[in-house]
C-alpha cells in the first residue's frame, strides 16, 4: 500500500489561504500537504491540467494497471489543458453534474476552485511553495452547508486521505520523469 504521507504543516492548518472567503462559514475544512522532488515551475502543469475530463486525477502506475486504460490519468503533460483562467468552468468527480469555476489562476503558486451544489457551498485551493529544492503543496478544501458535518469530516476525510495520498503518489511518479 501507498504511505498516508499527506499531512499538512500546522502552519497551513492555521494559517489563512487564498479562497478563505468563498467559504467564510465552513462546517467541514479538510487540508493535506506533501512535498514533491520539483521546483513549483515544474508541479504547476500537473495541477493545471488535473480534473475530471481533462487529464485525470494523477495515481501511481501499480494502482492504474488495474483501472481500465480509459478511466487511467495522462502521464503527460498535454498543452492544450494549460491554458486556465478565472471564470474557466471544469468538470469534478462529485457528481454527473459537477463542476468547479477557476476563481485564482496565480502560476505557478495557486489555483482555487468553487462549487455550488444545491445548499453546499465548495471550495478547493492548492497552493505550491518552493522548498529546499522541491515544492511543498497545500491543498485545503473548505465546504458549507453539510447536512450532516460529522459525516462528511469523517466519511469525507477518509475518502480525502486516500484520494490526496494516491494522488501525491502519482504525481511524485510524474514529476521525477
Known amino acids: 500500500m501507498f504511505g498516508f504521507g499527506v499531512a499538512p504543516l500546522p502552519a497551513e492548518r492555521t494559517g489563512a489561504a487564498a479562497g478563505d472567503d468563498l467559504v467564510p462559514r465552513p462546517d467541514v475544512v479538510m ?6 522532488p520539483a521546483p513549483p515551475e515544474r508541479v504547476w502543469p500537473w495541477f493545471a491540467q488535473l480534473g475530471k475530463n ?3 486525477w494523477y495515481l501511481p502506475a501499480w494502482i492504474e494497471a488495474v ?3 480509459r478511466r487511467r490519468a495522462l502521464r503527460r503533460l498535454d498543452p492544450a489543458l494549460q491554458r486556465l483562467r ?9 457528481g454527473r453534474d459537477a463542476t468547479f469555476e477557476i476563481v485564482t489562476h496565480d502560476p505557478p503558486h495557486t489555483l482555487v476552485h468553487r462549487s455550488t451544489r444545491g445548499r453546499l457551498e465548495i471550495s478547493w485551493a492548492i497552493h505550491l511553495v518552493a522548498a529546499g529544492g522541491g515544492t511543498r503543496v497545500h491543498l485545503r478544501f473548505r465546504l458549507s452547508g453539510a447536512r450532516h458535518p460529522r459525516l462528511v469530516e469523517y466519511g469525507g476525510g477518509l475518502v480525502d486521505l486516500l484520494t490526496v495520498a494516491g494522488l501525491a503518489a502519482g504525481l511524485r511518479e510524474r514529476v521525477t520523469r
Open 67 to 69: 483501472v481500465p486504460r
Open 54 to 56: 481533462r487529464a485525470g
Open 86 to 94: 478565472p471564470g474557466d468552468v471544469i468538470d469534478d468527480w462529485g
Open 31 to 36: 487540508d493535506r500537504g506533501f512535498t514533491l
